[in-house]
């Protein structure tokens, strides 16, 4: 491999200070970023920048992604030589093992704001084994399914995969690694008949779920052996799954939290993605089924506020039972009857469907030639049609609603004070951080973007960075 490619999915330095706006204060700034084959952390609030690993400890064409805590306490920093990130490999390696073939992959934790390393681990065993699906092109279940490091919403813990031996047949398929700050303890939870995959942490991060994969498949979804729950004592039980006639997939859909114990999914369908609609309550470990899982969901079309409590399922269009009518529905509680607030011209639900705040959902139906965009309010039972949107709309749970306009982006929700959509040069939803409920980060190669949901805008050139991964307030 060159020498000096290396593949990176790093923080970028964000050096601001005071605040855009009354309405809009930037937190202070904790970023990780990438210069001169170091990793480094700026730290704000101390203005200071420290050194985590240097050029020497990064081998050679490596791909490295780091995650800060939510609180800016940790860093967590991946290091692979083995990853589906790299494109291309030399067709000699296939076959080999990675201890023949002198790789690692590796895992280093850091404290801050001192920087001091705390934990450093391999996360593939020896005897792993480079296939490639292609020449030069690797596909493994633990390689796909890598969550990186991902933390706790209240940075309680830390979770990434790790490689378990080699079985004979096939590489291991990994296992849930968790690491509490508490007391620096290092758990292991053992394997399961998959990859952890997926993982939906609990608002107040006490509880998670994940699937475990055994197979990632070609794009017509993937297959699991089933799901769990990561439990405070680092213990896990399954999730209970529904028994299908004739379906043997065990394969879920899911929706998130609800609540700090209500996870929401519906089980997965190979038509619109979703089938039924449950809430299970990792407290009491009981399931509330509010769709039968006979009934066809339009996954895109489904979505929840934990705010209120609120669900909005769709119904796809193609039902053929009796007792279900294709619509977009609103459940104002996991005990209350569905009620119909959207339907198309020919009886149809929304494509997509999200909620922008507490009362407010978008939704979305697509037309080739005419696509209709309208905002429900679940108080009023209005629906305002937003004329104002021409292209794709990207939403978000902060009350903001963003779309193309002519190649440049544009807030259409919430509006500027003069009530007009508000333009933001150099913006993509898709890469938004939100530093609090209305001031957000967005990045596009080397330029970061800070904005406010009152259309402020600061953009920052940074000639030497390479790809942006994450920026936290605190």
Known sequence: MSKHKVYIAILVVLVLAGSITAQGTIPSITAVYYENGSVMVYQQSRD??????????????????????????YVGVIVEQISINIFSYPENLSGQTIETADLTNKLYLFSLPSGEKILERNTL?????????????????????????????????AAWIEGTPHTGEHNGFGQ?????????SVTELGAHDGTPYDLYWSPDGQYAVYQAVTNFGTGAGISTSGSYVLLPDNTTRPLPLPERENVSSKTISPHGWLSETQFVFSMFSPYDGAAGLSVY????????????????????????QPKTGQIVATFAGYQILDDVHPGTYLFRSITSAPELIYQDETNEGADRAAFISSDMVY????????????????TTNEITP???????????????????????????????EDDLPVELPGVTPDTLTWLSDTVFVSYSDTMIHIATTMGDLYTIALPNATTIFDVKGE
Do not use: C, K
């Open 48 to 73: 200071e920048t420290i050194t985590l690993l240097t050029a020497d400890e990064i081998p050679e064409g490596a791909y490295v992604n780091a995650s800060l805590a939510p609180d800016s306490s």
């Open 386 to 416: 937003e004329p104002r949107i021409t292209d794709y709309a990207y939403t978000t749970s902060h009350g903001a609603i963003f779309t193309y306009n002519d190649g440049g982006v544009t807030m259409i929700h919430p509006l500027s």
């Open 281 to 304: 309550d990792v407290s009491t470990d009981t399931q509330v089924d509010i769709v039968p899982f006979d009934v066809e969901l339009t996954y895109s079309g489904t979505t929840i």
């Open 363 to 378: 939704l979305y139906t697509y037309d080739p030639d005419m696509p209709y965009h309208v905002i429900y309010n679940t």
């Open 125 to 157: 065993t020896d005897d792993f084994v480079i296939e490639f699906f292609m020449p030069g092109v690797l596909l493994e279940p633990i390689l796909e399914s890598n969550i990186g490091v991902s933390w706790s919403p209240n940075s309680s813990r």
């Open 176 to 184: 849930l690694v968790i690491f509490n700050t508490s007391d620096s």
